[in-house]
């Protein structure tokens, strides 16, 4: 039984949301060439200054910023420093909501409704997670979310990930146990799926995620390939 923890990080996954206001990659292209490996770069946790106030990762791309680091957002209610993905996938601005590794998965137990800041200062891949507020914040701003596993070092291969609209399935407010929640994309040990409908668990107990072994939904991941 495999499990696909989603807004997780480094030796798990990494989640990202996706700014919002930017088109989405095109799903009419054939997976091979919309869904192709991409990096952020040797050393993507470098701080990038910049002269503008910006709400999101979003607002630093539509000014320029083709770079992933550390910037500076402005959420209407206070100033802080994020990692912004502006470079993997084209049309897309993802801000770091969570980032953890597989030896610290016991403080990362509880689901993306329950308020649990870790580091929320000091973004990085191994102990990381925003307030509840200000991923909430983030959100208002926002039109997808995006997790996917060993993102410092590999990027996006597209492999163990997903992504869907929030409009589908909202982690911040929904309540989830093995409930069936539309999603664009997922990868799970090798098992495609495009506009399906997957299994989630996200409560109180169980940190965001899917499980391969789930028989509930459109989507299955039986056997690894």
Known sequence: MGKLLVFAALLLLVFYYAA????AVAIKSTVSEVYRMRQCGSNPMTTVARNYTARSCV????HGASHCGHYVIDDGQESYVVFCDISTEIGF?????????????SFFRKGLTVNWPINENSPNWNMY???????????????????TCNFPSVGIDYQD?????????DPLKQTLSNTCKKVEYINLRGHLGLQTTVAFWNNNGNHMHTDSSARKCAFKATVAR
């Open 161 to 169: 990930y997903v992504r869907a609209r929030i409009t589908d399935v």
């Open 129 to 147: 997670r925003l307030s509840h507020s200000r991923m909430s914040r983030v959100r208002d701003h926002s039109t997808y979310w995006r997790t």
């Open 20 to 23: 919002g206001g930017v088109a």
């Open 59 to 62: 607002d630093h791309m539509e």
């Open 93 to 105: 601005a993802y801000t770091l909501i969570e980032s953890f590794g597989l030896k610290h998965n």
